[in-house]
C-alpha cells in the first residue's frame, strides 16, 4: 500500500510540474473562443495552471496595437511574479502578434516557450481578411485609411503590409516596422534580445487559412515588391537577423510548422491541433 501511495504522490507531482500556460484570443472574439485549447490542456497535463486573458475582446480588439500591448503586458507580468519559473504564451491569430510584442516590450520576461498560431506576424494584404472587418474597403485602397492618422489608432492598420506601397508602410506605420526591426529605434536591441531568450517559438500556420494574407506571414514570409511570395528564410528580417530569427533556427529554437487543410476559424477548435503541436512545446 505504501508503494502505490508513494506513486500516486510521485504522478500528481509530476503532473503539477507543468509550466503554467497564458492563452490570447483574435480579433473581435473573446476569451470563449480559446476554452477548446484551454479544456484540451487541461485534460492531457492535468494541474497545469492556465490563464486565458479575457482582456480586448469584441471591438476593443480594434484599438491600437501598442496600447493593447502595454495593457496586456500588465497581465502578464503580473502572472509572470507569480511563477517566477517560467510559463508558456500562446496567442491565436492577432493575438499572436499581440502576444510576440508583449515578450519584445518586457525584456525581464520569463517566457520559455512561444507559440504563435496562425498570427500575422510579418503583416498582412489581403481581401478575404480585410473585408470581414471593413467590407466597404478595397484592397488596393485600403492604404489610404490605413497609413493615416486615423487608420494608425486601429489594430488591424497597425499591421497592414501593402507591399505596393511600402515606402508609406515605412513612413506611417507606427508598429509593425518597428517590432520587426524594419526601422531601428532605442528599443531595437531589447526588442532582439526579449525575443532570444525563449527556449521554443513556435510558427504555425498552413496554406488552406484563407484569412492571414498571405499564410506564410504567420511564418514571417510575406510579398515583396511584385507581390511574390518570399519565405521567411529569404527575407532580410531572418538573413540580417533582425529579430533574432536565425539565431533561434541555428540553436534550434525556432519551430516552423506547416499544416495543410485547416481554415484560419479552425485552428483554435481542432482538438488535433493541440494534441499534435501545441502540447508537445506545454512541458
Not at 519559473?85 to 492577432?94: A, E, I, M
Not at 504563435?116 to 478575404?128: H, R
Not at 486615423?150 to 508598429?175: A, E, F, I, R
Not at 526579449?194 to 506571414?217: C, E, F, H, R
Amino acid at each position: 500500500m505504501y508503494k502505490i501511495l508513494v506513486f500516486i504522490s510521485a504522478c500528481v507531482s509530476f503532473a503539477l510540474t507543468y509550466k503554467p500556460v497564458v492563452l490570447l484570443h483574435g480579433i473581435l472574439t473573446g476569451s470563449q473562443t480559446m476554452e477548446i485549447i484551454k479544456n484540451r490542456i487541461e485534460e492531457k497535463h492535468p494541474g497545469t495552471i492556465i490563464y486565458n486573458i479575457d482582456r480586448f475582446e469584441g471591438w476593443s480588439s480594434l484599438d491600437n496595437m501598442w496600447y493593447q500591448v502595454s495593457q496586456l503586458s500588465e497581465n502578464l507580468n503580473n502572472i509572470t511574479s507569480i511563477h517566477p519559473s517560467g510559463v508558456h504564451l500562446l496567442g491565436y491569430s492577432q493575438g499572436a502578434l499581440l502576444a510576440r510584442t508583449m515578450l519584445q516590450a518586457n525584456i525581464n520576461h520569463s517566457v520559455h516557450n512561444f507559440i504563435s498560431l496562425s498570427g500575422p506576424q510579418a503583416g498582412q494584404y489581403g481581401t478575404q481578411f480585410l473585408h470581414l472587418y471593413f467590407p466597404g474597403l478595397a484592397l488596393e485602397t485600403a492604404f489610404e485609411l490605413f497609413y493615416s492618422r486615423v487608420g494608425q489608432h486601429t489594430s488591424v492598420g497597425n499591421y497592414w503590409n501593402d507591399p505596393y506601397h511600402n515606402k508609406l508602410y515605412l513612413k506611417y506605420s507606427n508598429y509593425l516596422p518597428y517590432v520587426n526591426n524594419e526601422i531601428l529605434s532605442n528599443k531595437s536591441d531589447e526588442f532582439k534580445a526579449a525575443l532570444l531568450k525563449l527556449k521554443n517559438m513556435v510558427l504555425i500556420g498552413g496554406p488552406d487559412d484563407n484569412v492571414i494574407t498571405p499564410w506564410q506571414s504567420s511564418q514571417f514570409g510575406f510579398f515583396d515588391s511584385n507581390g511574390t511570395v518570399i519565405n521567411m528564410m529569404q527575407r532580410d528580417i531572418y538573413t540580417e537577423d533582425k529579430i533574432g530569427l536565425k539565431t533561434l533556427y541555428e540553436k534550434k529554437k525556432l519551430k516552423v510548422v506547416t499544416v495543410p487543410g485547416i481554415n484560419h476559424f479552425q485552428w483554435h477548435l481542432n482538438v488535433s491541433i493541440v494534441d499534435n503541436y501545441i502540447l508537445p512545446y506545454l512541458d
